[in-house]
C-alpha cells in the first residue's frame, strides 16, 4: 500500500545539560497523525509511555542505539526513537495552542512542548498536497513489555 507523508520541522521539545528530546509531528495517508521522537541522554531510557493532558496517548517504542561520540572525553550517550499516534482533533488543536506531553518510563520521565506552528506546517502541506484521509491510525495502545524482550538485541557497551 502506497503512503504519502507530509512532516512537519523537526524541533526541540525538551533540553538539559546531558539530555534532550526533538519531535517531528507527521500525518501519514496510512497511519494517521502522530509526532516522531528522538530522546538522546547519557543512559537507556527504556521510554514506554506518552501522555498528554492527563490522557494516556498510543506509544510506539523505536529502536535504541549508541549514539556517535565527538568529543573527548566521551560519555556514553545513547538515541531511542518512537512514535506517538494521535487523532485528528488532537492534532488539529495542537495547531492552535501546541501540545505539552510527557513521556515515561523506567528511567523517569521528560516533559517536552511541541509549539504550534510544528502542527500547522504538517496541515499546510497536507492540504497543499491534497491527501486523502488517513486509512487507520494503527499505532498500538501504550502498554508496559518486559525488560528482557525489549532489550535481546540492545548492545550495552
Not at 495502545?141 to 540492545?154: L, V
Amino acid at each position: 500500500m502506497r503512503s504519502d507523508t507530509a512532516f512537519g520541522p523537526d524541533v526541540l521539545a525538551y533540553l538539559d545539560l546531558f539530555m534532550s528530546l526533538n519531535a517531528q509531528p507527521y500525518y501519514s495517508t496510512t497511519v494517521g497523525y502522530g509526532f516522531k521522537t528522538l530522546y538522546t541522554g547519557q543512559g537507556k531510557s527504556h521510554l514506554s509511555e506518552a501522555w498528554s493532558y492527563g490522557r494516556q496517548m498510543r506509544f510506539e517504542k523505536g529502536v535504541s542505539r549508541r549514539a556517535a561520540c565527538f568529543f573527548r572525553p566521551c560519555l556514553p550517550t545513547r538515541e531511542e526513537t518512537g512514535v506517538v499516534a494521535m487523532d485528528e482533533a488532537d492534532f488539529v488543536a495542537a495547531a492552535t495552542k501546541g501540545l505539552d506531553f510527557e513521556l515515561a518510563g523506567k528511567a523517569g520521565k521528560i516533559v517536552g512542548r511541541i509549539p504550534a506552528h510544528a502542527f500547522r506546517r504538517v496541515l499546510d502541506l497536507k492540504s497543499s498536497m491534497k491527501l486523502p484521509p488517513a486509512a487507520a491510525n494503527r499505532a498500538p495502545p501504550a502498554k508496559a513489555q518486559a525488560p528482557a524482550e525489549e532489550d535481546a538485541n540492545i548492545d550495552d557497551d
